[in-house]
């Protein structure tokens, strides 16, 4: 199991996340990631999306957590 974690503070909405993982990061409409209020979980085949996702944000406002 693994978990989405989105610093709201260092979220500035530039979308480069969602733009690379659109089915998995849905953004509101001011543009920016609702995961930034809360963590979420993600199924184990949706781990390298989420870095990929993660590694795309300038800000490094998202971290990817894998918990065994």
């Given at each position: 199991?693994?978990?989405?974690?989105?610093?709201?503070?260092?979220?500035?909405?530039?979308g480069r996340c969602y733009s690379v993982a659109e089915d998995l990061l849905p953004y509101d409409e001011e543009g920016f990631?609702?995961?930034r209020h809360e963590d979420f979980v993600i199924a184990a085949d949706q781990v390298s999306l989420a870095q990929?996702?993660?590694a795309a944000c300038p800000e490094g406002a998202m971290t990817i957590v894998v918990e065994d």
């Open positions: 199991m693994a978990r989405v974690v989105v610093d709201y503070d260092r979220c500035t909405g530039h990631v609702q995961a990929q996702a993660a």
